[in-house]
């Protein structure tokens, strides 16, 4: 990094703050406070204090109500094992690619790629679901997921991999280490800013995913935190109510934004450094 | 090289175009989205009627989160007498018709289906193949002619219908009409003259409030209304279905409603945030006078009591209900889809059965303190009304006093008419343009049902 | 939702593997060994490696990809048992239903605005938080965070937010003598403009933090000679900066682009696809006629969204690759 000082860095924050209000600051903050109120004080949406406060109340009837515990045990559930075997299958799939000079492995690789820009055909993966007996079930939902979400990881990994020399694999290939052990030790190690990369861009696309949900988990039992806020959000008795609507908002944001917390300076290093758009 | 690689190609693009028709000869002829659990056979069977009890089953019933406490303790009690499971699949309400059309795409059926009673819902499950037909039990004399309209395709009944019908007209703050000095009205003539009265006298007040963001209310006021008093006997629906008219007919009852609704709007008698009002903020309105009136239905009444903390006496206190049509007073009504029960082919004939002994428990041992708990209008003959309150009174005589079906109930593709009705609303489309479209809807959902 | 890589674009390879020999090395047979058996076996578990990827895409992505391209032409109900061939009849229904274009024609106004506002929003903050500077640290974080909400919670935040008596008009009234009540999710071209304005918020920090990636790539040497030679800073900006930062450009434009063709959550959460059908794009047509068991007309639709995507995609990417300077 350049360390020449700036010249007035006091102005440029000035003006990067007058910018966070309206587009931050008064969108989160009304979100947040009104999610305090009652029902008549929220529908003024107003951004004062609440003259009443009404916390316990709005978050409890999210709970009981919006099957708050439900979405998110679905969403941990099909989000944690989903990622993992997305970043695991495609670096192993990267691998290949990378080093491999099969035609139909490039093939496959190009197809792979073309998964990222070209929008998923919903109605026929339904088809094709229920032609496996799948559709309609978390399981379905996840390989779906999974197969539209590889390229990201097979895009980033095998073009990470292609620059690293291919020696050392040869050496350890000569010492007699498996194909398997050469890349949990080897290349699974070396890949790892990118799969932070990649991983951060999974969770926040699977994580928040609501029209593969909306067409995949018809379910209530197995709906996942978006479609719980969807279906609480549009019942009438509670699609009115603001107070209750925004404490659904704010649970069911909860968690990433934790994460996010003790997270961000990886997620945004990650993010500017490893490499999205190469 | 690279005869090789122009070869590999070659290959490549055979397997492409081999999987192209291997899909294609696939989807001509098995549409596992459309059919599958259909293996149940084409007629209705005899041996799934009568004979012993079964008991010890579990039975899965698809029901609407809608439904009131009354039909949840009647599925308690049936399991209490039957010795059988219940359960219970919730279908989110606001979603209901896409997620039970959807999930029955897939192939997924359950026990026990609860599901809208209108002909044209009942096609686009493909009814006929994969319902059990149940014309031969004892209910269907009982819903006389309700059995022929009520989850009914060529004659025969396919449903039991427990649930009250959905009653639409008008609700009214009695004070504000009355502060104003007019009565109630009974016609579209009556409502533009009543609403420029309010106007005048009363500028604080909305002479009706229209609830565009909810989808469907505006349903009621530009078509369900005006049209009720031309369907009588099912008259208009049974022309259309005959191709005697067409549901564009420039001169039809229904361009002649969305022509009357239009000039209401356009006499400025709507609230100004038509567009973006909801149902619940029309029902707060009437309640409160903020409005002075809402065309809605009857499902309406538990959302004012609602309002109202729960105290009955304060809605029956401020609102009344009307059936106000074209030039008459005439409600319409169409089944509602809590409390009306099919049994889909599953190719399990045990639990077939027992889905049987469901609707005849439901229909008959069971009837009787449903409806009481209920509070609301028998369909089946020979079961006392109960002690309803004030408004739900006003609504069963609007009922009684000659209700007709109304005319989408029977007329497939008119789920189209909601957004159809409401790019009315939103100045985006003319009257003419909507029946218009609405005709091209039913063509297309006729052809697809082989009409 | 819009994806965050774009095929098209290699990520640059690290200056010590350009010592290291072309690129899949690997595949060759090393000099002096028994090279036949050792490539078959290599061969072999390269496929291992490489299959549950290539099925999970295959059955899950590429499958039904082909599969819409005939669907859309199909006659496919809940209301019958069997699919038939349809030839272009619901293209044609739907077009004189008014769904067709009317959809094609809103999405494309959606996408193109979402595109200019992610783009500009976002190339203005990066140029303003570039340097990883503690205090821009804290406004990365702070401008990421709608990034991490769900598009659905972030359309129910404003359509509260636009809401006639919500804070923004409340803002506005400040400066309008009597209020200001406008509804401005009631009305067809802001309510779409709008929505589109919310997705483009949604993702704004993710643009943000590529085009930083990409400002920071640019080799310090160019901008300092460029400052040495007298250039003044819009100057350096234009002639140094964009062009240099075309990769980061090219694969903005096309994600932010291609991403809001296929949107649905935002204007659920927002109008619904209203007022009457002013925010009505592809998918949630799509959605409508699917949910009406018009399996082969939602098909129909989707495959104009695939269209519109390879119709724009390609040509776009040509066309600001060609403009990039090669470095």
Known sequence: MNARPEKRPWLRYGLLGLFAVPWIGIPLWMLLVNSFKTQGDASVLSLGLPSHWNLVGNYRTVIDQGSYFTGLGNSLLIAIPTILAVLLLGSMAAWSYARSRSRSLRVAYYCTTLSIVLPPAIIPTVYVLTQLGLNGSRLGYMLTIAGTRLGVVVFLATGFIRTLPVDFEEAAALDGAGKWQIYRRMILPLLAPVLVTASVMLIISVWNDFFFALFLLPNTNESTLPLTLYQFASTSTHGVAWNLVFAHVVLSSLPLLIAYVFLQRRVLSGLTEGGVTG | ?451 | MPSLTSPARAPRPARGARRGGPVGDAALPAPGSAAPVRRRGRTVFRYAFALPSILLVLLFFAIPFIANGLFAFTRWTGYSSVITWDGLSNFRLLQQLGVLSHATEVTAIYAVTSMLVQNVVGLALALAMQRTTRGNSVFRSLFFIPVLISPLAAGYIWSAALATNGPVNAVISVFVPGGFHYAWLGHNLSALICVACVDAWKWTGLVTLVYIAGLNRIPERISEAALLDGAGPWRRLRSVTFPLLAPALTFNVVITLVGAFSALDVVFSTTGGGPGDATAVLNVALYNEYGQSFFGMASSLGFVITLLVVLTAVPLITWLRRREVQM
């Open chain 2, 1 to 451: 090289m690279t005869s090789i690689s122009k070869n590999r190609r070659r290959r490549g693009a055979l397997a492409a175009g081999a999987l192209a028709t291997v899909l294609a000869a696939t989807a001509a002829c098995s549409n596992s989205m459309g059919a599958a659990g259909s293996s149940g056979g084409g007629t209705a069977d005899s041996s799934l009627f009568g004979g012993p009890a079964v008991t010890g089953v579990t039975l899965t019933v698809w029901h609407n989160t809608a439904d009131p406490q009354a039909l949840l303790d009647l599925y308690k009690a049936y399991e209490k007498e039957s010795g059988n499971t219940i359960q219970l699949v919730d279908i989110p309400a606001s979603t209901f018709p896409t997620t039970v059309q959807t999930k029955w795409a897939t192939g997924a059926r359950p026990d026990i289906l609860e599901w809208h009673g209108n002909r044209t819902d009942l096609l686009s499950l493909n009814g006929s193949q994969t319902m059990v037909d149940l014309s031969s039990m004892s209910f269907v004399a009982k819903e006389g002619q309700l059995a022929t309209l009520s989850g009914s395709l060529d004659g025969k009944t396919y449903a039991a219908t427990i649930g009250m019908p959905t009653v639409f007209g008008l609700f009214y703050n009695k004070s504000v009409l009355a502060k104003a000095g007019l009565s109630v009205p009974k016609s579209y003539a009556d409502l533009a003259a009543d609403c420029t009265v309010l106007k005048a006298k009363d500028p604080g007040v909305i002479p009706l409030y229209e609830a565009g963001a909810s989808g469907w209310p505006q349903q009621v006021l530009s078509s369900f209304d005006y049209v009720a008093q031309y369907n009588t006997g099912d008259s208009y629906a049974s022309s259309i279905l005959s191709g005697k008219t067409k549901l564009n007919d420039p001169n039809g009852p229904i361009v002649k409603g969305l022509e009357a609704y239009e000039s209401l709007k356009a006499a400025g008698c709507f609230n100004s945030d038509a567009t973006t009002g909801t149902w619940e903020t029309s029902l707060k309105y009437v309640l409160s006078g903020k409005a002075a009136m809402v065309a809605n239905g009857s499902d309406s009444v538990p959302m004012l009591d609602a309002d109202a903390d729960g105290d009955t006496a304060t809605v029956d206190a401020a609102v009344g209900f009307t059936g106000v049509s074209a030039t008459s007073s005439v409600a319409g009504y169409a089944p509602s889809p809590l409390g009306t029960y099919y049994v889909p082919k599953t190719g399990n004939t045990t639990k077939e059965r027992a889905a049987i002994q469901f609707i005849e428990y439901v229909t008959g041992a069971g009837y009787g303190s449903y409806i009481q708990q209920a509070g609301t209008i028998p369909t089946l003959s020979g079961t006392a009304t109960p002690k309803m309150q004030g408004l739900m009174q006003e609504i069963d005589t609007a009922y009684r006093n000659g209700a007709t079906l109304t005319w989408n109930s029977q007329i497939p593709g008119s789920g189209n008419f909601g957004p159809e009705s409401g790019k009315l609303l939103a100045g985006q489309e003319t009257p003419q343009a909507v029946a218009d479209k609405i005709e091209a809807y039913y063509t297309q959902a006729s052809a697809a049902a082989g009409d």
